[in-house]
């Protein structure tokens, strides 16, 4: 199984971005844990602060991998580009955030990307990735 992980703005800074909100851990640290937890799955990362390589990623990827776990970070509540690439490609998405977003300020309770997704899984902090991945094992355990 191939999976595709995109992260938006900001997200390399994780760890030392708003540690309260979105912990202590940087995503490659975690990601070692992700690709041992759920090997032997293919799980590749990319992230952006540039809304438009997030589109060509969503779309390089979109027609061969089994699913992209998306957190695309404040472009969730801002980007029609995103949400129409995510339409135009055949790979299911999983929409994902650290923190609970209905948790926060009013901005971001409004998803632009939801409605293409296959889902949403927010406020779980970094586990929120690995609730994704595991739907997409179980997804491909049933089939
Ligand atoms: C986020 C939530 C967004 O509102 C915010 O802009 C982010 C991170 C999250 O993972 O909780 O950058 O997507």
Known sequence: ???????????NLLGKREPDVYGNQSFEAFLDTLRKRFSPTEIHYF???I???LVSKIQEVGFSYDGIIL???AY??????????IAAIKTPVVEV????????E???????ITSKCVGIISGF??????LALTYFMLKLQAT
């Open 97 to 104: 955030h650290i923190s609970n977003v209905y948790a926060r």
């Open 51 to 53: 809304e438009g390589e």
């Open 125 to 130: 902090g970094l586990e929120s990735y690995s």
């Open 76 to 85: 969730t509540h801002t980007s029609v580009a995103i949400h129409d690439a």
């Open 106 to 112: 009013e901005f971001r309770h409004k998803s632009i």
């Open 71 to 73: 957190n695309a970070g």
């Open 47 to 49: 992230q952006s602060n």
């Open 1 to 11: 199984m191939k999976i595709q992980i995109i992260n938006g703005p900001n997200l």
